[in-house]
């Protein structure tokens, strides 16, 4: 679970701990932290949830909203693989953490990665395809975790390899992608789309 959750906070942190929170709220699902499930928690992770969901679909503010989750992503994924190893500092809690981590920030660049190649498209129905199928392997993928996380961390895995070797293959469209991020970064803010 903490593998599978870790490349779903690679791709949307608020959306993988609001989906692990609410199924622990209102399924019979046993071992869920209670701080997932908290009201409080559920709301910020549904605003953020909703901030990520609608600047995931705009070009070059997902690269900018990417850049920032940079920290974010993988430091989310090891809190979620501590918290779900119980969070004791045993060494299983510190394992399951570093997995966590480490996929959410593989994720995360292979993600940020691919979206910069897709920003150089000049039609925005690429960039929304891509948005949505992330948003709904996410959901996919840690509603599996929750309930059978085998074959939630076998899907995580393959989706991870195939995202890292089309990554690899884009890699000249991803350096495209940064140069004209950086070049819509530069402009004044008026001349902006």
Known sequence: MAFASGWASGINA????????????????????????????????????????VADKVPYVDSVWDG?????????????GALLAGASGDLTAITLASVGGVTALISHLTKA?????????????????ASLAGDLSVAGVVT????????AAIIAAILL???????????????????AFRDWLAQPRTARP
């Open 161 to 179: 390899l195939l995202t890292a070797a089309l990554t690899y293959l884009l890699f000249s469209r991803v350096l495209r992608g940064w140069r």
């Open 14 to 53: 608020y959306a993988t701990v609001l989906i692990i929170g609410l199924l622990g709220r209102f399924t019979t699902v046993e071992g869920i932290p209670e701080g997932f499930q908290r009201t409080d928690v559920l709301i910020v992770m549904g605003i953020l949830a909703l901030v990520e969901f």
């Open 144 to 151: 599996l975790a929750v309930l059978n996380p085998i074959p």
């Open 113 to 129: 990665g691919l979206r910069l190649a897709i920003n150089t498209s000049p039609e925005p129905v690429t960039n929304i395809t």
């Open 68 to 80: 920032i989750s940079t920290v974010i992503r993988p430091v989310a994924g090891a809190v979620i």
